[in-house]
């Protein structure tokens, strides 16, 4: 019962907003206008789907709800119910506050492979009333092969990160996107121009969470640790290692920093694993604000001395 009142207040910020489209031979065209209502015209985004998972979500919420009433959960239940419901209160406060001066900036998430950049960045497009993208999944799509593993496979490694850099390049250009993109987006430099666009915020995550959370649904799907040798976990710690001393200098370029170590020691965690996607979601959107704040602040500053 307290998985599912939890995952009740989440669910449809999960679902994202995607916009529909028609797929054609180049990547990312669309007609000018605001916000939400650009018509993107390629990568087979179905709005559909989106819209009958998020009915469906919110259904789920309210029978939820209902549940609790009718079934009288114990008092350890409603706690957990009760904070998670506090959790997505504080979270919507604080989008509230920082919509002006976010701007329609888009939002780019970036960090190592299983630290929870999808996740994150649905909930953070819901709470904003933004539209949500998957770097990879929009190469994927533009290419026309189900996987980044099998890109990867049939093609190179060169090939998709210069696709990559084709998409980033598109999105740069448009408002209003929580992007979630690859991990290793970071290491090219005309990839930050693209995202500089916007705001970058980091996902920092323990090398031994993130080896966890991969080891567990398994190493197929990730091409960059596929072919290390050993049992699962140890296979990601060790290529995670290398990959994170290789970029972690290029992580370190965002404008925020989220770091689930000190949000767990805050909250009197020992474990990363025992904070909620909300409660990340959270912490990023105050990371945002305190870089805009700073950032408005220098501008006064040297207008003022100017």
Same mark, same amino acid.
Request: glycine residues 8%.
């Given at each position: 019962?307290?998985?599912?009142?939890?995952?009740?207040?989440?669910?449809?910020?999960?679902?994202?907003?995607?916009?529909?489209?028609?797929?054609?031979?180049?990547?990312? !065209?669309?007609?000018?206008?605001?916000?939400?209502?650009?018509?993107?015209?390629?990568?087979?985004?179905?709005?559909? &789907?989106?819209?009958?998972?998020?009915?469906?979500?919110?259904?789920?919420?309210?029978?939820?709800?209902?549940?609790?009433?009718?079934?009288?959960?114990?008092?350890?239940?409603?706690?957990?119910?009760?904070?998670?419901?506090?959790?997505?209160?504080? !979270?919507?406060?604080?989008?509230?506050?920082?919509?002006?001066?976010?701007?329609? &900036?888009?939002?780019?998430?970036?960090?190592?492979?299983?630290?929870?950049?999808?996740?994150?960045?649905?909930?953070?497009?819901?709470? !904003?009333?933004?539209?949500?993208?998957?770097?990879?999944?929009?190469?994927?799509?533009?290419?026309?092969?189900?996987?980044?593993?099998?890109?990867?496979?049939?093609?190179?490694?060169?090939?998709?990160?210069?696709?990559?850099?084709?998409?980033? &390049?598109?999105?740069?250009?448009?408002?209003?996107?929580?992007?979630?993109?690859?991990?290793?987006?970071?290491?090219?430099?005309?990839?930050?121009?693209?995202?500089?666009?916007?705001?970058?915020?980091?996902?920092?995550?323990?090398?031994?969470?993130?080896?966890?959370?991969?080891?567990?649904?398994?190493?197929?799907? &990730?091409?960059?640790?596929?072919? /290390?040798?050993?049992?699962?976990?140890?296979?990601?710690?060790?290529?995670?290692?290398?990959?994170? /001393?290789?970029?972690? /200098?290029?992580?370190?370029?965002?404008?925020?920093?989220?770091?689930?170590?000190?949000?767990?020691?805050?909250?009197?965690?020992?474990?990363?694993?025992?904070?909620?996607?909300?409660?990340?979601?959270?912490?990023?959107?105050?990371?945002?604000?305190?870089?805009?704040?700073?950032?408005?602040?220098?501008?006064?500053?040297?207008?003022?001395?100017?």
């Amino acid at each position: 019962m307290e998985a599912g009142a939890s995952l009740s207040l989440q669910s449809c910020s999960w679902i994202g907003c995607e916009k529909a489209g028609r797929k054609s031979g180049g990547f990312l !065209l669309f007609s000018r206008g605001r916000g939400e209502e650009k018509r993107f015209q390629t990568l087979g985004l179905r709005d559909s &789907r989106s819209r009958v998972a998020l009915v469906r979500s919110r259904h789920l919420e309210s029978k939820v709800s209902c549940s609790y009433k009718k079934a009288g959960a114990s008092s350890a239940e409603s706690q957990s119910f009760n904070a998670a419901a506090d959790e997505a209160l504080i !979270l919507k406060r604080k989008a509230k506050d920082i919509t002006s001066s976010l701007n329609e &900036r888009c939002i780019y998430l970036v960090g190592m492979m299983g630290s929870g950049k999808t996740t994150v960045g649905k909930i953070l497009s819901e709470v !904003l009333g933004y539209s949500f993208f998957d770097s990879d999944k929009l190469v994927e799509q533009a290419v026309g092969v189900p996987s980044v593993a099998q890109i990867f496979e049939e093609y190179s490694e060169a090939f998709f990160r210069d696709n990559e850099s084709k998409v980033l &390049r598109d999105l740069s250009t448009m408002h209003r996107l929580v992007v979630a993109t690859g991990g290793g987006a970071v290491i090219r430099p005309v990839n930050w121009k693209y995202m500089k666009q916007g705001m970058t915020v980091w996902l920092d995550v323990p090398l031994e969470a993130l080896a966890r959370r991969i080891a567990a649904v398994g190493t197929a799907s &990730r091409p960059l640790l596929h072919q /290390e040798p050993g049992d699962p976990y140890t296979k990601a710690f060790v290529r995670l290692s290398t990959l994170s /001393e290789e970029r972690g /200098e290029a992580y370190a370029n965002a404008d925020a920093r989220v770091c689930l170590h000190t949000i767990a020691a805050k909250q009197g965690h020992d474990d990363v694993s025992s904070l909620t996607p909300t409660a990340i979601a959270t912490e990023a959107l105050a990371k945002v604000e305190s870089f805009l704040t700073e950032k408005a602040s220098i501008g006064r500053s040297s207008y003022l001395q100017g």
